[in-house]
């Protein structure tokens, strides 16, 4: 099972850290994918960090302010997103595979992903 938290109103500008906390399996072995679906949209992959070697891979509008990591101690993976902007707004979602299905990869592609938390709120509004 897969948490996610850390969402909320923020001003254009501003920053959030998403949080995704595992319960009942260790996310050393996985993939894990942050998505997000604004209002009327179709869910859109934001960002991975693969198992391998913590590589890491991002949308490319959000590339330069956006921050994903992985503490495998903490069993977590975090979304630091910068200089927010409205088009950011959107419930986001983390989501993982296993390396088993992937390997070293972090498909952009949410058909792949078996594990699914269930969506933190970001509204980036003034």
């Known amino acids: 099972q897969l948490q996610a938290s850390g969402g909320g109103l923020v001003q254009p500008g501003g920053s959030l850290r998403l949080s995704c906390a595992a319960s009942?399996?260790?996310?050393?072995?996985?993939?894990i994918a942050w998505f997000r679906q604004a209002p009327g949209k179709e869910r859109e992959w934001v960002s991975c960090?693969?198992?391998?070697?913590?590589?890491?891979y991002y949308l490319g509008s959000v590339e330069d302010r956006f921050t994903i990591s992985r503490d495998n101690a903490k069993n977590s993976v975090y979304l630091q997103m910068n200089r927010l902007k409205p088009e950011d707004t959107a419930v986001y979602f983390c989501?993982?595979?296993?390396?088993?299905?992937?390997?070293?990869?972090?498909?952009?592609?949410?058909?792949?992903?078996?594990?699914w938390g269930q969506g933190t709120l970001v509204t980036v509004s003034s």
């Open positions: 960090v693969n198992s391998n070697d913590g590589s890491t």
């Open positions: 009942g399996f260790t996310l050393d072995h996985y993939a």
């Open positions: 989501a993982a595979v296993s390396t088993v299905v992937v390997g070293g990869g972090c498909p952009p592609r949410d058909a792949v992903y078996t594990n």
